[in-house]
């Protein structure tokens, strides 16, 4: 195993032997607008009490020189651990090393716009990334008192988790030492630095004020929307600080967009960083809108789950993920405008969780989690929407008030510490009354899920549930009334046997789990089926949003022809008012055509569903979020189907639907749209890119280029994404989805051999942020699993993280096949 990989046991003997006190880090970024200067000095003190010899600190770089306790030492280093002996009870170690530039989004990514030439870092660190910045204890459990001193280019905005307490210019440069930290886990520092665009504002409570600055590059400061940023953040600020009865304890709260990331957001605190994606170039849903609200909350509610009290190891992930991913929605609803979180919520998170549950590496929401490889992937739809779909069960068993005034004593008792799941579990328990340990264990501590249906047996109805567990839940019924399903009655329910009778009367839809009060596949029977095939756009919003989501977990099964299920589509959809069901709704639509139909049904699917979409658009109300919805849809389907490329073409020349707000991120989709089917041209790339030469336009063009239709283009692009290693993520990720555009397999279908002749390598010379994205994006989509089999029984030893990727794609492919199968029985 390499040394880079930290297991759990030893990080464990390593944190009872140490007790850090502070750490100082010294920062030299002065020479970072130069690309021929592929390091920064980074200068490390560490002062902790030993009860042991010997230790390790951890760091990614070059290390010039270690100190103990004032005394030069021989560099003992392996890349990856600095080997450290002779400690007495109390010291003090000095690091100083050269830490790279990163272009993978690990570490301190450093970005050039291409608009003004200016330079952009920013560090992300999650779960292990803080060693390629600073040499440091790289363990959750660790906690210390972090001091960052910046040497940057002067008139740089330069931030770290607390606010400045000194600036020093010096002449082109300048020296900014931040205040010391409370105590935080390492993965949760942060710097960034350039010449950003930045809004301030502030938020008081009390005699309480909090600095706020909200920042981006200057090229996309038109599209900030600061103002709503600002608001929400406010919002969340007044819901968290009532509902926790902790007031917010970091200071100042900065929240910094930035360019090529890898996640949504990151918890930072008191600078948490965004993603750009959720700033749109000129154009967005009020959905777009309020998925970046609750990505907003859910960082903030880090600060307190997460960052205030911290999980002493990777097991407990979700001890701030499923929690961070609740508050989210339910401060979305409950303190916000956007308050549809939940349906948004039902329909397109939990499908999330619903997916990760059914794959063969499935785990408890506490997890077993032996290693940091093993971590990294852990980040997955059981810990967040699982977890979070979980603690909706729980706010139902224990009472919403019992819930957070136990979240109040949790806080209270652990603040700044680190815990596990029993510190949580005795304060629900205590101010609940209620066996929150049996419900523990059943909810949290085993894996997959239940699924729900009714049976009629003999003069009673019964609830029937596989793999069992203690739910409580609605059963609503709804009758047709002039072709509209209207609620009757809706039933409360608690079960926990395989088999519970229920006094349920006949209905036209009886929907198992209305109100989505807990977690588990709720099937229709066939009257209900049919009952939604006539009236699913007349349901209230959270109804139609369950209705949404049995209709796709049954075709995903196998049980609800996928051909019904499109139909379905194709006659409600376009009556779809919510946008975050829409899009859900959508991108199920034809994700099921090109990987759930038999290959030669497909084309005739495809043709109908870019008719539906073109339909939908031009039916749309004109400038409205659903027909800027149905115009990127039609925009994806014509990457199938070319018989609508004149229309598409109109619409990329301005000649679409009256209102449409055509930005570059659609002219982009369109473009590469028609590039994928051969009717745009590289001539007409390179003019799109004139128009759009920004980072977003360089990152379209490499896909539209990649997406070309032959085999030699794809296979440049094959072969750059494996090879060309000055691929940034966001290249990286164009390029793969260019290798696949169009859903043309046959023009890659010769490199499947290649595929499993590179994973390996691949793993253990890039990245694992970048090796994951070749594994899962690569991976072959064929009609047999003989060389994905051949390859796990040849390399029973490779690491563990890949081979789960490896089973994860297989058992995706394997249900693709499944389904495949049955439809002809479906039929």
């Given at each position: ?100 530039y ?9 970005f ?13 660190y ?20 972090y ?6 280019p ?25 205040a ?27 005699d ?44 100042k ?73 609740y ?28 997916q ?12 077993d ?45 652990h ?37 729900l249906?009714?049976e ?41 046997d395989?088999?519970t ?36 756009s007349?349901?209230?919003?959270l109804?139609?949003?369950?209705a ?6 049954a ?15 194709a ?38 569903w ?28 014509s990457?199938?189907?070319s ?48 128009r ?27 072969d750059a ?40 390598g ?42 789960r990727l ?7 492919l ?14």
């Amino acid at each position: 195993m390499s040394s880079a990989n930290l297991t759990r046991e030893e990080t464990a003997a390593r944190s009872a032997g140490i007790t850090v006190r502070d750490i100082r880090v010294e920062l030299d970024i002065r020479q970072a607008p130069d690309p021929q200067v592929g390091g920064f000095g980074s200068t490390t003190t560490l002062r902790f009490d030993a009860t042991t010899d010997a230790t390790w600190i951890d760091f990614i770089g070059e290390v010039r020189a270690v100190t103990v306790n004032g005394d030069d030492r021989p560099v003992v280093y392996d890349g990856a651990r600095i080997a450290i002996s002779g400690l007495q009870a109390s010291n003090t170690v000095v690091i100083d090393g050269i830490g790279l530039y990163s272009r993978s989004g690990e570490g301190l990514h450093r970005f050039v716009d291409p608009v003004d030439g200016e330079t952009y870092l920013y560090t992300q660190y999650e779960p292990a990334d803080s060693r390629r910045v600073m040499a440091c204890f790289e363990q959750p459990d660790m906690k210390a008192s972090y001091t960052f001193v910046v040497h940057a280019p002067a008139g740089w905005h330069v931030l770290s988790n607390q606010s400045s307490i000194r600036v020093a210019e010096q002449g082109e440069a300048q020296t900014v030492e931040f205040a010391p930290t409370l105590p935080l886990s390492s993965y949760i520092t942060a710097v960034a630095a350039g010449p950003y665009h930045r809004v301030d504002a502030e938020w008081t409570r009390g005699d309480q004020m909090v600095a706020l600055g909200v920042l981006c590059r200057p090229s996309l400061a038109e599209f900030l929307e600061a103002d709503e940023i600002i608001q929400v953040t406010r919002q969340g600020l007044d819901f968290f600080t009532d509902a926790f009865a902790f007031p917010y304890p970091w200071g100042k709260y900065d929240q910094i967009f930035v360019p090529e990331y890898n996640l949504g957001a990151m918890e930072n605190p008191g600078l948490v960083t965004f993603t750009e994606a959720y700033l749109s170039r000129g154009a967005a849903t009020d959905a777009q809108r309020g998925s970046r609200a609750n990505t907003i909350l859910h960082e903030m509610a880090h600060m307190w789950f997460g960052d205030l009290v911290t999980m002493r190891w990777w097991d407990d992930l979700w001890l701030k993920e499923s929690f961070a991913d609740y508050m989210g929605s339910h401060a979305s609803f409950a303190a916000t405008r956007f308050t549809d979180a939940w349906e948004r919520f039902a329909a397109n998170r939990k499908a999330w969780a619903y997916q990760q549950d059914q794959l063969p590496t499935t785990h408890p929401i506490v997890a077993d989690i032996t290693d940091l490889e093993a971590a990294k992937l852990n980040f997955d739809g059981i810990t967040y929407a699982k977890g979070a779909s979980v603690l909706k069960q729980l706010v139902a068993f224990v009472g919403e008030e019992r819930f957070f005034e136990g979240a109040r004593r949790y806080f209270a008792a652990h603040a700044f510490g680190n815990t596990t799941l029993d510190d949580l579990l005795v304060q629900l328990e205590d101010v609940s009354g209620r066996d929150v340990r049996a419900w523990s264990r059943a909810w949290l501590e085993t894996s997959g899920m239940s699924t729900l249906w009714i049976e009629d047996a003999g003069d009673e109805r019964v609830l029937v549930q596989s793999d069992p567990r203690p739910h409580r839940l609605r059963v609503g019924l709804y009758d047709l009334d002039g072709g509209a399903l209207v609620r009757r009655e809706s039933v409360e329910v608690d079960i926990a046997d395989e088999r519970t009778p229920i006094r349920v009367q006949d209905a036209d839809l009886v929907l198992i789990n209305d109100d989505d009060l807990t977690y588990a596949k709720a099937r229709l029977d066939a009257r209900s089926v049919d009952a939604v095939e006539q009236g699913l756009s007349t349901l209230d919003p959270l109804p139609r949003a369950l209705a949404w989501s049995a209709l796709w977990n049954a075709a995903r099964d196998g049980e609800l022809p996928i051909k019904r299920y499109l139909a379905i589509v194709a006659a409600h959809a376009a009556a779809e008012e919510n946008m975050g069901l829409l899009a859900g709704v959508i991108a199920n639509a034809a994700y099921s055509i090109g990987h759930y139909l038999p290959e030669p049904e497909r084309s005739a699917q495809r043709a109908g569903w870019l008719e539906t979409t073109w339909a939908a658009l031009n039916g749309a109300a004109p400038g409205s979020d659903a027909q800027l919805s149905w115009a990127r849809a039609f925009a994806a389907a014509s990457a199938f189907d070319s018989s609508r490329a004149g229309e598409a073409r109109g619409v990329l020349d301005g000649r679409g639907p009256e209102g449409l707000r055509i930005d570059p991120d659609l002219r982009w989709t369109l473009l590469t749209a028609l590039a994928t089917t051969g009717q745009a041209s590289a001539a007409d790339i390179d003019a799109e890119l004139e128009r759009d030469a920004t980072a977003s336009g360089r990152t379209a063009a490499v896909r539209a280029r990649a997406a070309a239709p032959s085999r030699s283009a794809r296979a440049a692009a094959w072969d750059a994404a494996w090879d060309d290693e000055s691929l940034t993520n966001d290249h990286l990720s164009t390029t793969i989805d260019g290798v696949r555009a169009g859903g043309r397999r046959d023009l890659i279908e010769d490199r499947d051999a290649d595929y499993f002749a590179r994973i390996l390598g691949a793993w253990s010379t890039r990245s694992i942020e970048l090796a994951r994205r070749l594994v899962v994006g690569l991976f072959p989509a064929s009609d047999d699993l003989t060389m994905v089999d051949a390859w796990l029984a040849e390399n029973t030893d490779a690491p563990g993280a890949l081979r789960r990727l490896v089973i994860e794609q297989r058992d995706h492919l394997a249900r693709e096949l499944r389904v495949r199968a049955l439809q002809a029985q479906l039929a």
